[in-house]
């Protein structure tokens, strides 16, 4: 028989350095989950990524134990690394803070393909780059 889940929930966390310091901390335990147990999995699991923000979805059991899935980073976050800006445009459309080159958007793309609503990667391309023009990114050549 299955575990009956109790509750599911998302945070984001810096991989392979995430520590029990708030924000995380507090919200895992608010949630039921063992901050100790949890930011060692997470921890081992993500430690090729070195600090890079990543996504997580944390299934909770009625018996107390937990699943971790280790998503893609958000598109912002790439998008901004791939910029170099430091945060996004307060007002985007006419305020514009960076700009991104296609071969980058399609980067970021194949990187997220799995976590997006695509079918190619052309579709996958057309919603990162939603994101850049929300952001006051603009996406060279498009």
């Known amino acids: 028989m299955a575990k009956k889940i109790e509750k599911q929930f998302k945070v984001l966390a810096p991989g392979g350095q995430a520590t029990p310091a708030p924000p995380l901390g507090p919200a895992l335990g608010a949630n039921g989950v063992n901050p100790?147990?949890?930011?060692?999995?997470?921890?081992?699991?993500?430690?090729?990524?070195?600090g890079k923000i990543v996504g997580c979805i944390i299934?909770?059991?009625?018996?107390?134990?937990?699943?971790?899935?280790?998503?893609?980073?958000?598109?912002a976050v790439l998008l901004r690394a791939a910029a170099g800006i430091e945060k996004g445009s307060g007002v985007p459309h006419t305020e514009k803070v960076g700009s991104v080159t296609k071969d980058q958007v399609r980067a970021i793309a194949e990187e997220k393909m799995e976590d997006l609503n695509a079918a190619c990667i052309?579709?996958?391309?057309?919603?990162?780059?939603?994101?850049?023009?929300?952001?006051?990114?603009?996406?060279?050549?498009?």
Do not use: C, H, W
Request: cysteine-free; charged content about 25%.
């Open 36 to 50: 100790g147990q949890f930011i060692q999995l997470f921890n081992d699991r993500t430690r090729d990524l070195n």
């Open 59 to 75: 299934t909770l059991y009625a018996d107390r134990s937990f699943d971790i899935e280790i998503k893609s980073s958000p598109a």
């Open 122 to 142: 052309e579709s996958a391309m057309r919603i990162i780059e939603g994101t850049a023009r929300s952001m006051g990114v603009t996406v060279e050549g498009a």
